[in-house]
């Protein structure tokens, strides 16, 4: 974990949460990163809807089957949190796809869903990245100018990781 980022406190069932000191996004968008479904799209499966906190015996399986001990879900929509045009966050995905496959780990499909069904925000395109350690899942998603990133260790745990 990046020098710049901490522990938040949790207790009882709170999922694991890291944080900036004096983070700059709103205090209530962590709640609804919380509450995120993160979903994988793995060729001849089913997708897998990961949550934040919650251990993941299916990702535990993808690891085993692309060699790798840890996971990032990353996006480039919705810059800083902002609700944009279509064609921008294509644009901005094409980026970070090209990103990825530079620094050359097994990459599959992902989006990022809203846990909420009342909610107006919509599902944003991700990618998943295997094999990729916490501190460079961190650069690229602030590359992008992302508010979060989800991040999963050797444990499949994901957690949300709160970058600026």
Same mark, same amino acid.
């Given at each position: ?76 929509? #919705?810059?800083?949190?902002? %609700? @944009? ?6 644009? &901005?995905? =094409? +980026?970070? *796809?090209?990103?990825? /496959? ?20 919509? #599902?944003?395109?991700?990618? %998943? @990245? ?6 460079? &899942?961190? =650069? +690229?998603? *602030?590359?992008?100018? /992302? ?18």
């Amino acid at each position: 974990m990046s020098e710049s980022a901490t522990k938040l406190p949790h207790s009882g069932n709170n999922p694991r949460t890291t944080a900036p000191d004096n983070s700059l996004v709103p205090p209530q968008t962590p709640a609804t990163y919380l509450d995120a479904r993160c979903c994988i799209e793995a060729p001849g499966r089913p997708v897998l809807a990961l949550r934040i906190g919650l251990p993941s015996p299916e990702l535990s399986a993808l690891y085993r089957e692309h060699c790798a001990a840890s996971m990032a879900l990353l996006t480039a929509c #919705s810059p800083l949190g902002a %609700v @944009v045009a279509n064609e921008q966050n294509e644009r &901005a995905m =094409e +980026l970070l *796809r090209a990103d990825v /496959q530079a620094l050359g780990p097994v990459a599959l499909p992902g989006t990022g869903r809203d846990g909420n069904p009342a909610s107006q925000w919509p #599902s944003e395109a991700s990618i %998943v @990245v295997f094999g990729i350690d916490s501190d460079w &899942a961190a =650069e +690229l998603g *602030r590359r992008h100018q /992302q508010n979060a990133i989800v991040w999963a260790g050797a444990t499949a745990l994901p957690e949300l990781v709160m970058l600026r």
